[in-house]
């Protein structure tokens, strides 16, 4: 594929399985991490023993400034970005009326000013005809309680994916992928062994995904063979809504 990839939150998780995939395909790859710096040194090792290029660039995405100098670090060492993926996110399970004025910005901006600040920078940094790919959540469709706010991030993706699609041009396509519950840390913090299974039982193959499942349709749409798809939320499972 030889483009050049930022994937953001690619020290652990679903964006590092993203990462090393996309990498085995012959794309460069810019491993974004906030805090995790031995991760994603780890995740940057582990692609250049399997014969891949990448480095890793510190940013918090919620910062503007940061994310400013992520894109330019990216362009000095690699002379363009391709692709973007907007993976970094947060998630604080609670019921609406316990979360605090923290959490609600914590997650806001993260998941949505964060997603915010990538797509500015893309709308003049990224190359033509690149591929935009933003993460939202199929808690978006499932109501399910102590997931309000997160959904509610999750929702604003979505919607400026789909206008975002429609404003950026130069053949640029931006999509979105809605995972259901996935086998990582993320999504297993603070889970009962009980809510986990209640969950799996919702999907049309009894079991969490696995990173590698999502890695899968994000390796496709990061691909020119996915051009003609743009402005969409794709739902990825496993029939779960």
């Given at each position: 594929m030889n483009k050049v990839v930022i994937v953001t939150g690619a020290s652990r998780g679903i964006g590092k399985e993203i990462a090393v995939l996309l990498a085995k395909n012959g794309d460069k790859i810019v491993v974004n991490y906030a805090n995790s710096e031995k991760e994603a040194k780890n995740t940057v090792e582990q692609i250049k023993k399997e014969g891949g290029a990448a480095i890793a660039i510190q940013a918090d995405v919620s910062n503007k400034k940061q994310v400013t100098s992520l894109f330019d670090k990216a362009m000095e060492h690699y002379g363009q970005v391709d692709v973007l993926i907007n993976n970094a996110g947060i998630m604080i399970n609670k019921p609406l009326a316990e979360n605090t004025e923290a959490d609600f910005i914590?997650?806001?901006?993260?998941?949505?000013?964060?997603?915010?600040?990538?797509?500015?920078?893309?709308?003049?940094?990224?190359?033509?005809?690149?591929i935009i790919i933003n993460l939202s959540s199929s808690t978006v469709k499932l109501m399910l309680p102590s997931y309000a706010l997160y959904s509610a991030s999750k929702a604003a993706v979505e919607q400026m994916t789909r206008v975002f699609s429609k404003e950026i041009g130069r053949g640029i396509s931006v999509n979105a992928i809605a995972p259901g519950p996935t086998n990582t840390e993320l999504f297993l913090n603070g889970k009962s062994e009980e809510f986990i299974k209640t969950l799996i039982r919702q999907n049309a193959f009894d079991r969490l995904a696995e990173p590698s499942d999502i890695a899968k349709v994000v390796l496709f749409l990061a691909s020119d063979q996915s051009k003609w798809i743009s402005g969409q939320v794709i739902g990825v499972n496993g029939a779960m809504v």
């Open positions: 914590k997650q806001f901006d993260i998941n949505v000013k964060g997603t915010f600040n990538t797509l500015q920078e893309a709308f003049f940094k990224l190359s033509d005809n690149g």
